[in-house]
């Protein structure tokens, strides 16, 4: 079984930064999983944010977040993170990160075998 645990979220004005956290533990390897970030705002459907594959060499991003959020990835830690720039109010919804040991594109959901309960980021105009 694999847990996944996200923190950093909070309430932040438009045009500032946040940095969002994943904890991973279960006694598989962490290097066996890719890594997303998805968001849900209310009344949407869960979104791709961004990915990150097993040693960090390829990440990919939505078009809505590129040039803003950063991720990255601890292999010594078991952590992602979503260093997230330049935050405007759409980017508000409750972020979760996800976990999958194979994947075709990463930025659907039904790719991912475990799931975070999330973390809000609301973002002020």
């Known amino acids: 079984q694999v847990q996944l645990a996200e923190s950093g979220g909070g309430l932040v004005q438009a045009g500032g930064s946040l940095r969002l956290s994943c904890a991973y533990s279960?006694?598989?390897?962490?290097?066996?999983?890719?890594i997303s970030w998805f968001r849900q705002a209310p009344g949407k459907e869960r979104e791709f944010v961004s990915l990150?594959?097993?040693?960090?060499?390829?990440?990919e991003y939505s078009d809505s977040v590129k040039g803003r959020f950063t991720i990255s990835r601890d292999n010594n830690k078991n952590t992602v993170s979503l260093q997230m720039n330049s935050l405007k109010p759409e980017d508000t919804a409750v972020y979760h990160c996800?976990?999958?040991?194979?994947?075709?594109?990463?930025?659907?959901?039904?790719?991912?075998?475990?799931w975070g309960q999330g973390t809000q980021v609301t973002v002020s105009s």
């Open positions: 996800a976990a999958t040991m194979t994947y075709y594109t990463g930025i659907y959901p039904n790719e991912y075998d475990y």
């Open positions: 279960s006694r598989r390897a962490f290097t066996n999983y890719a």
């Open positions: 990150i594959n097993w040693n960090g060499g390829r990440t």
